[in-house]
Structure formats: C-alpha cells, structure tokens
C-alpha cells in the first residue's frame, strides 16, 4: 500500500502545479499561494497509516485542516517521511488550523479525495453536522 503513495508523490511532484487558493474558514477569509496540499478531516490517519493530523478526534466539533505550501520539492519528500510519526507538522511548510466551517475555492480546478470517491470542483464547502454525514459533490 505505502508503494503505491511512493509512486504517487514521485509522478506528482514532477507534474503538479501548486495551486493559489481562497480559504475560509469559521467566517475568516485567507488567501494561499503556492498550495501543494490541503486536508480536512476529523481523524489523525488517513491512506496507509500516514498521521496527517496527530491532534484530530472523530467526536470533536471541528475539522483539523493541514495546509502544505510554498515547499521544495526536495523537503515535500521529507515530509512524506515524517507524515507516518505525525511529525511533519513541525515543518514551517505546514500549517495546522480548526474550524467548523470551511470553504475552499480556486480559479482553478481543484482534485479532492473523499472516502473513497475522486473528483474535480472549483469550490469545496465543508461543516461539521451533529448527526449523520453527508457528502455533496458540486461542480
């Protein structure tokens, strides 16, 4: 399995574009440069056991988002490295926000990941809902 993501971020880091993004989250709006990756969830792992967000808890009322922007290509390795012992944050690359509430938006089309399904949108919006969960795609 950890091949596959080996492979990924080899094919990746040669062939990505970062992207420039409009975040807002909980009402406060921000605008990134240079994003190579931006996470949402509720829960430490994802893909293979990388701890992506070391401080996340499912039953908490917010989202840990994971930010990775203006890095090097040669460091964007090193962080693939750390990411396994949540270590990456540590990392002035990354940067780790909270919030109920979170939009993101880009001139660009953006590649999202969500429990399996794989898509493209130009604006992500996600809340955090008591109850059950629902994922709606909007294009």
């Not at 971020?9 to 931006?38: A, C, S, Y």
């Not at 792992?45 to 930010?67: E, L, R, S």
């Not at 002035?92 to 949108?121: F, N, P, Q, W």
């Not at 604006?123 to 809902?129: A, F, Q, T």
Request: with cysteine; glycine share 8%.
């Amino acid at each position: 399995m950890i091949l596959v993501y080996v492979i990924g971020l080899i094919v990746t880091i040669f062939k990505f574009q970062p992207k420039n993004i409009h975040l807002t989250i909980d009402g406060k709006e921000r605008e990134l440069k240079g994003i190579w990756m931006l996470t949402i969830t509720n829960h430490p792992y994802f893909g293979g056991g990388m701890k992506i967000a070391p401080d996340a808890t499912i039953n908490k009322q917010t989202f840990h988002v994971t930010i990775v922007h203006q890095i090097s290509k040669l460091k964007l390795l090193l962080l693939f490295i750390t990411v396994f012992f949540g270590k990456h944050t540590r990392l002035k690359e990354v940067e780790m926000l909270k919030g109920s509430e979170i939009m993101v938006r880009s001139d660009e089309s953006i590649i999202y990941h969500a429990d399996g399904y794989t898509g493209k949108c130009y604006e992500c919006h996600v809340r955090k809902e008591q109850g059950p969960r629902r994922v709606v795609r909007k294009n």
